[in-house]
């Protein structure tokens, strides 16, 4: 598709939260909360002229590799929340796109992601063949805080396995973004997402799953702080820091 004759640099989503993304509480789930910023970002993509789709021209995608995100405190069903983005940056095969999420105007959420080109055949990074100078790049951040390497050297547990099904299986041909963060808190006591609030979420991709591959949770455990891994045959492909 062209670019959107509305493009702007800076996008403004407004969503309603629906009971099918809400936890028992009435609180939007944290995987639904990554939905909407992807689908935020996606759609920002395509207005601009580089969705998956043009991409695809020159089999190439954007996937995920750090994500930051500071909750202030989650909406619940039936709020209407807006969501804003923007590019802080965009150089050759790296992107940082910003984001934020507000109810009754009170910033909630603050996110930061790192993206990479990917070719899809490749299976590769390389440098995006789009154009993009028509997206302002704006040096403004949406969290306190930088993106940082986990520590996956830790001790931990073996907290669970997985097969991975086509559910979990986006349009790239591998386990969504989302996904991994699914399998780890779907580990976790359901008291500790229903009664206490993430205040951080710190996410490290390393590595790309595929159909039909078990992987390994595993969590490390502090006092007010976990960190998960999910492995393939030993070789760590995601990490996750939650901080409570």
């Known amino acids: ?87 802080h940056s965009l150089e050759n095969s790296r992107s940082i796109r910003c984001l934020e999420m507000y109810l009754n105007d009170e910033k909630i959420v603050g996110c930061e992601t790192f993206w990479a080109v990917f070719n899809t055949q490749s299976r590769r990074p390389e440098s995006l063949a789009l154009e993009h100078d028509h997206f302002q790049k704006f040096p403004t951040k949406a969290t306190e805080n930088d993106f940082k390497k986990i520590d996956i050297a830790l001790p931990n547990s073996v907290v669970g396995n997985k097969k991975i099904v086509l559910s979990d299986i986006d349009i790239v041909n591998h386990a ?14 359901p008291e500790l997402l229903l009664k206490q609030n993430i205040l951080e979420m710190e996410v490290n991709y390393l590595k790309e799953v595929a159909y039909n591959e078990t992987v390994t949770i595993k969590e490390h455990k502090e006092l007010n702080a976990s960190i998960f891994t999910v492995s393939v045959e030993e070789k760590v492909c995601f990490a996750m820091e939650i901080k409570w």
């Not at 789709?53 to 089999?59: R, Y």
């Not at 994500?67 to 619940?76: D, F, G, N």
């Open 1 to 87: 598709m062209p670019i959107s004759p509305n493009f702007t640099s800076v996008l403004e989503l407004s969503f309603e939260i629906n009971f099918l993304q809400c936890y028992p509480n009435g609180k939007l789930k944290h995987t639904d909360l990554c939905n909407i910023l992807q689908q935020t970002a996606a759609t920002h993509a395509e207005m601009g002229g580089i969705s998956f789709t043009e991409m695809q021209h020159h089999h190439q995608a954007w996937v995920l590799s750090r994500s930051r995100l500071e909750i202030k405190k989650m909406p619940r069903w039936r709020d209407t929340v807006v969501v804003k983005t923007w590019i």
């Open 176 to 189: 969504n973004s989302v996904k991994y963060m699914e399998w780890c808190l779907d580990t976790l006591q």
